[in-house]
């Protein structure tokens, strides 16, 4: 039942599901292990967040001549 409803979430509602989770794993970490753990898993995240950001908003033409390149070379 959770699975058939996060397979109909669009690319911006799995996002905020994502950011949630990440937040409530982040408080879990801070009372668990302490500031170090739970900074260093933000900072990760962060990554991650960014790099899933700009493969969803680049341009699929620009996909297509990286692919072409790489195919290429």
Do not use: W
């Not at 996002?15 to 937040?23: A, E, Q, T």
């Not at 900072?43 to 341009?59: D, K």
């Amino acid at each position: 039942m959770l699975k058939d409803r996060l397979n109909r979430l669009s690319y911006s509602d799995g996002f905020r599901v994502f950011k949630l989770f990440n937040f409530a794993l982040t408080v879990i970490f801070y009372h668990l292990c302490g500031i170090e753990l739970a900074l260093i898993y933000i900072l990760s995240n962060i990554s991650v967040c960014l790099i899933a950001l700009e493969i969803h908003t680049r341009p699929k033409e620009v996909s297509k001549d990286e692919s072409q390149r790489t195919a290429d070379e």
